[in-house]
């Protein structure tokens, strides 16, 4: 069985970092073709792709974020780690992570419940 | 990299057809068979019901259908049910390794 469970704070201070971990369990990020993917959604608005890291160690970004983002795995733990620097009130979102397959498919099969986090002084 | 563009809302009564429209670009929905359709029920994650443009997940309702031509990827639910009514959203690989979502359709249930 596939689970993902992201944590992290729920409150953040601007221009503070943020760093949400994602644990999963059911799958190995060392299995060719799978990746991690994190997902954000700001209240009531739609869902924004931001990084994957693959089960090879390559790491894609969202272009408008590229410079805030930092995307990192633990094999070992089963867990993908997601930083973003920089925080302003407008990154107040769910933060989801998800699991694809990269080799065949490129959908997000199983997601995390998602973490709120909110940024505000 | 803009959003995929989606209808804000669409409606319907109990028993009809509705279909959501997908628009992207040659870099994406245009380039690979690589759509998916997400559902949302307010506060929840969003669940697969599409991927690869035509094919549902097991368990997901054979009332979910998706299509696809050119730079414009499609949803049709049908026999439309009340626990239909949710946002739903349009997915695309790109180009560069990266995905695209469109903006979301709220569904209505008359």
């Known amino acids: 069985q596939v689970t993902l469970r992201e944590s992290g704070p729920a409150l953040v201070k601007p221009t503070q970092t943020l760093t949400l971990t994602c644990t999963f369990s059911?799958?190995?990020?060392?299995?060719?073709?799978?990746?991690v993917t994190w997902i954000r959604q700001p209240p009531g608005k739609a869902l924004e792709w931001l990084a994957r890291i693959d089960w090879d160690d390559n790491k894609y970004f969202r272009t408008s974020l590229k410079t805030r983002l930092t995307i990192s795995k633990d094999t070992s733990k089963n867990q993908v780690v997601l930083t973003v620097t920089n925080m302003d009130p407008v990154d107040t979102a769910t933060y989801f992570c998800?699991?694809?397959?990269?080799?065949?498919?490129?959908?997000?099969?199983?997601w995390g419940q998602g973490a709120q986090v909110t940024v505000s002084s | 990299q803009s959003a995929l563009t989606q209808p804000a809302s669409v409606s319907g009564s109990p028993g009809q057809s509705i279909t959501i429209s997908c628009t992207g670009t040659s870099s994406d929905v245009g380039s690979y068979n690589l759509v998916s359709w997400y559902q949302q029920h307010p506060g929840k994650a969003p669940k697969l019901i599409i991927y690869?443009?035509?094919k549902r997940p097991s368990g997901v309702s054979n009332r979910f259908s998706g299509s696809k031509s050119g730079n414009t990827a499609s949803l049709t639910i049908s026999g439309l049910l009340a626990e239909d009514e949710a946002d739903y959203y349009c997915c695309s690989y790109a180009i560069s390794g990266i995905w695209m979502f469109g903006g979301g359709t709220k569904v209505t249930v008359l």
């Open positions: 998800a699991r694809s397959k990269v080799t065949t498919g490129y959908y997000f099969d199983y």
């Open positions: 690869e443009v035509t």
């Open positions: 059911g799958f190995s990020l060392s299995t060719p073709g799978l990746c």
